[in-house]
């Protein structure tokens, strides 16, 4: 079965220092695996996906997210953030053995304080 | 959020009522999904259909039904048997390499 994890519930930066948002997932094939922002009262908007070749994978507002096969884990990061990044953020993972089925971690609430 | 459209936006059930949440694509998209998310929560399956004329059940499908007679449509019912059916309710459909959400349903229970 495929599942992913978000370790942390909520994470606090400054504005203009860099981001991490952490991801660790388990699938029994290749992974497919993406990132998401979710603003209030909204649907979820793309923000980069990892399918196959480069471990680092560029996306949407300067984010970036590095692929650790040995870690499993697919970490969301910006070197700079800003007040309007704050928003909440979700990993999803397909499982290339399980056709459509995207599976999402529990989110993570990223506040970037002024 | 292009390409996806539900409505209505808010939405209120009374009780013994059942309530359609509506979602269209014109993406031309096989693969149509229905996720369910609860304040602080995260996003659970209800229903998902790979093809026109079916559909399978997914985590927490007891309580819904859908149906998916057009390619482009793939409404959600919430029946009477969904006790606690106050969520926010997302549409979404899949190329291979990502999933396109709609802006969402807001359902709560007068």
């Known amino acids: 079965a495929q599942s992913v994890a978000q370790p942390e519930d909520q994470v606090n930066v400054a504005e203009g220092n860099p981001l991490t948002v952490k991801c660790t997932y388990s699938?029994?094939?290749?992974?497919?695996l993406f990132w998401y922002v979710q603003y209030p009262n909204r649907g979820l908007q793309f923000l980069l996906k990892?399918?196959?070749?480069?471990?680092l994978v560029k996306g949407s507002y300067g984010f970036e997210a590095e692929f650790n096969k040995s870690q499993t884990s697919f970490h969301l990061k910006k070197p700079s953030a800003l007040v309007s990044d704050s928003a909440l953020y979700f990993c999803?993972?397909?499982?290339?053995?399980?056709?459509?089925?995207?599976?999402f971690g529990p989110g993570t609430r990223l506040s970037v304080l002024p | 959020d292009g390409g996806i459209t539900q409505s209505p936006k808010y939405l209120f059930r009374k009780e013994g009522q059942n309530v359609t949440l509506s979602c269209e694509q014109n993406?031309?998209?096989?693969?149509m999904y229905w996720y369910r998310q609860d304040p602080g929560q995260g996003l659970r399956l209800i229903y998902y259909?790979?093809?026109?004329?079916?559909?399978q059940k997914g985590d927490i499908a007891e309580g819904y039904s859908v149906s998916r007679e057009k390619k482009e449509s793939f409404p959600l019912t919430v029946t009477s048997a969904q006790k606690n059916p106050t969520a926010f309710y997302l549409c979404?459909?899949?190329?291979?390499?990502?999933?396109?959400f709609g802006s969402g349903t807001q359902l709560s229970v007068l």
């Open positions: 993406l031309n998209h096989d693969a």
């Open positions: 999803a993972v397909r499982d290339e053995n399980y056709g459509q089925n995207f599976v």
């Open positions: 259909s790979q093809i026109v004329n079916d559909f």
């Open positions: 990892y399918i196959t070749g480069d471990n």
């Open positions: 699938v029994s094939g290749n992974p497919y």
């Open positions: 979404a459909s899949s190329s291979r390499d990502r999933l396109f």
